[in-house]
Structures are given as C-alpha cells and as structure tokens.
C-alpha cells in the first residue's frame, strides 16, 4: 500500500470562528459504490413536507433519521429509527477517525443536480454549544458552501465520494452551509450527518 497516496487522518481547513476538518476517504470495509447502493436500498427514505410561508412543498431531496434520541429540526420533531447494522458500520468508522461519540444521524439523498439545502446552521439546542458534527458523503460531488453569519466571507468546499467533513467549536454559531442545485447533470449523492444529541 502506498502510505503517501492520500492523508490518512483527518487535515484542518484554516476557518476563522470555527472548526473544520476533512479527510478525502473515510476508511470503510467495502468500497464507497457498494456503501452508496446499499445505503439507497436499506435505508427508509422519505420525501418530506416543508412549509415554506404557510405554502406546503416537497423538500428537494430525500431525507432519513436514524438514532437513539428523538431531535427537532426546522421546527418539527422527528422520532427516529433504531441505527441498522449498516449505519453502525459508518457510525464506528467516524468515530475512529474523528476521536468522537455520536448517538444520531440525518441522511440526505441528492437524486440529481436539482436537489438542494437550503443554507441553515446546526444549532438546535440539543446538540450543545460548540457541536461536533460529522458529515460523510457517497456518490458524485456536490459543493459544500458556508456563509458567516456577519462577515462577508464565503467558503466552498468539494465534498468528494468517501469523504468525511467534521464541522467543530463555534462553526455553527458564526457560519450557515447548504448545498445549491447545479445547472450541469450531477448523479446521485448520499449524505450522512452524525451527531450526539443530549
Ligand atoms: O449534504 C450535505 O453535505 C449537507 C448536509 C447538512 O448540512 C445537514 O445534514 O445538516
Ligand atoms: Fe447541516
């Protein structure tokens, strides 16, 4: 094995108000093209109801919450589903490779180019101050972008097949991030944010 193909720990992104890191592939037991069918097959995915000023509307893309504590995001409570032998798989590759516990994760699926996330902060009070938050992607690349909240400065970051981001300390008070819809085709891409909630 060629040691010096790639960074095997996790490298910091020099962020101001925050913390960030990535690793350009998790070490996982199968390849990222199985873990993505899988994940596309064995996962309960959902195509939620947003209300987006009082008007009801699908969200652009599938979405899944698996984990041991019910969470509220955008105002709803979600009961989530026990974690799968699969997911804990993830979960203990995360763990490993972030020195952190997670007890929950959100799954999102991008079918294609013209689904999206609209830009939010993983602030909700269950997750505590300075949230540890660990994001692993499988399947085309989508651009990950972060706004602060008050200065002009935006950062963009290609989230790459087998990746791992972890978004740590103050990022969520001082910086929002969402995915935008492309204009060129992109193929599939799943998304999996861990986290503890308390
Ligand atoms: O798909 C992504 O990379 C972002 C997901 C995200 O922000 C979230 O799950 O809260
Ligand atoms: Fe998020």
Same mark, same amino acid.
């Given at each position: ?65 698996? =984990? ?6 955008? =105002?709803?409570?979600?009961?989530? &589903? ?44 269950? &997750? ?33 097949? =087998? ?36």
């Amino acid at each position: 094995m060629d040691l010096f193909s790639a960074e095997a720990t996790l490298q910091p992104i020099p962020i101001d108000d925050g913390e960030l890191s990535f690793l350009s592939q998790l070490p996982l037991a199968q390849p990222n093209d199985v873990l993505l069918h899988r994940l596309l097959d064995e996962i309960t995915w959902r195509e939620e109801t947003i209300y987006l000023f009082g008007k009801a509307q699908k969200q652009p893309r599938l979405s899944a919450w698996y =984990g041991e504590a019910s969470y509220t995001y955008s =105002g709803r409570t979600f009961h989530p &589903l026990p974690f799968t032998p699969l997911l804990l798989e993830i979960r203990r590759a995360v763990e490993d490779a972030t020195g952190k516990r997670y007890n929950s994760v959100l799954l999102n699926c991008y079918r294609n180019e013209r689904d999206s996330m609209g830009f939010h902060s993983d602030d909700e009070p269950e &997750l505590g101050a300075e949230p540890a938050i660990a994001s692993v992607t499988f399947g085309a690349t989508r651009t990950f972008i972060l706004k602060h909240r008050k200065l002009a400065k935006t950062v963009k970051l290609d989230l790459t097949d =087998g990746s791992l981001l972890l978004m740590a300390g103050t990022l969520q008070r001082h910086w929002r991030h969402g995915i935008n819809k492309e204009t060129k085709p992109r193929g599939m891409r799943i998304n999996l944010t861990f986290r503890l909630i308390r």
